[in-house]
Each structure stands twice: as C-alpha cells, then as structure tokens.
C-alpha cells in the first residue's frame, strides 16, 4: 500500500481552478436561465382562499367523474405566480481530476402578475415583466420583457416552461426550481 502523499496542487493552480469554476458559472446563469415565469390565471378557488394561483390545480374532491383520481392535476390551474428556488443545475455533479467541485449557485425566481424577479449567487439580479403565450398540458410558452440585468437592459426572450407534481416543480433552460412555501 502507497503511503506516500501528494504535494497540494500549487496555489496557482488552485486559482486558476477557481477562476474557471466562476466563469463556467456565469456562463450557466446567462445561457441557462434568468428568464422570469408566465402569469397564471388564478383559480376562484385559489383567490377565494388568498392561497397561491397555483394552490387550487389539485382537483381533489373536485375530480372528474368516472373514476377521476382525487389527486388528479388539472394543467389549467397550475400557476407560474409565486417564489421558486434552483435544486438542479447542469454541471453541478460535476467532479475535477482531483476531486474538486464546482462553486455553489442559487437562483430564486419571484414571479407576481405578470413582473418577476431572479436574484442568485454569485450575485445577481434579473427584473422585467412576462406573458403566457401558449398552454400545453403541464407546459407553457412565456415571453420574458422589459428585461434589466443586473441594472442593464437585456433581450427580450421566449422559452417553455414545463411543470410537474402539479405545479410544484418547473424546468426552465435545463435547470429544475420548486415551489416555496408562502411566508406568514
């Protein structure tokens, strides 16, 4: 058995590990998503209760009958309005040749009538408004305008926007969120 130690990679290195882990990064955040979420329509059984849009697109005792599952998701009611958060993001299992890993990234979209905000780490912060143009099922196409990056204007931009668990989590640009939870 080797028991001998490696020397530590030379500080250098180590820098420009970091500064490559920092530009691959950035280069995610601005190909892969800073783009806001379409407005939904809100649900009378959403407003009515001052939930959140989304709260009422399971349609629980509201099934259809003919042997409608209780926990069936009617796509019409799920909501882009509301707080999500990254859990997954292209490259962040990512492993060095020397066992290094990426630098963390957090992204959390707030999404209210039809303006939305991104704020993340490394810093930055993404403002503008949106629309729903089209609805597929659990998918929906959503215009991002009126865009400002980090205090600058940026392009106005169209993507679909898929949901599953009913509107819990979203896939946007390869990157998963989750529905927060309303504060008190």
């Known amino acids: 058995m ?3 130690r490696r020397p530590p990679a030379p500080k250098h290195t180590r820098a420009r590990f970091a500064a490559r882990a920092l530009s691959l990064m950035f280069t995610l955040v601005m190909t892969h ?3 806001p979420r379409p407005p939904a329509h809100e649900s009378s059984e959403g407003a009515a209760s001052g939930g959140e849009a989304g709260d009422g697109a399971r349609t629980g005792a509201s099934a259809p009958e003919g042997g409608g599952s209780p926990d069936a998701c009617d796509p019409s009611l ?3 309005v509301g707080r999500f958060s990254l859990t997954r993001y292209p490259g ?3 492993v060095g ?3 290094e890993r990426p630098l963390g990234m957090s992204k959390e979209y707030e999404f209210t009538g039809d ?3 991104m704020e993340g780490y490394p810093p930055l912060r993404v403002t503008g408004r949106y629309e729903v143009l089209e609805r597929d099922g659990l998918r929906q196409r959503v215009r991002f305008f ?3 990056f980090d205090g600058q204007p940026d392009q106005d931009r169209e993507l679909w926007i898929v949901f599953e668990d009913c509107g819990d989590t979203l896939q ?3 990157m998963t969120y989750s529905r927060q939870a309303n504060e008190p």
């Open 92 to 94: 962040q299992d990512d």
């Open 2 to 4: 080797d028991t001998t």
């Open 172 to 174: 946007m640009d390869g």
């Open 97 to 99: 040749p020397n066992g």
């Open 33 to 35: 998503g800073c783009g």
């Open 146 to 148: 009126d865009t400002v």
């Open 78 to 80: 799920v909501s882009l």
């Open 115 to 117: 303006a939305y905000t």
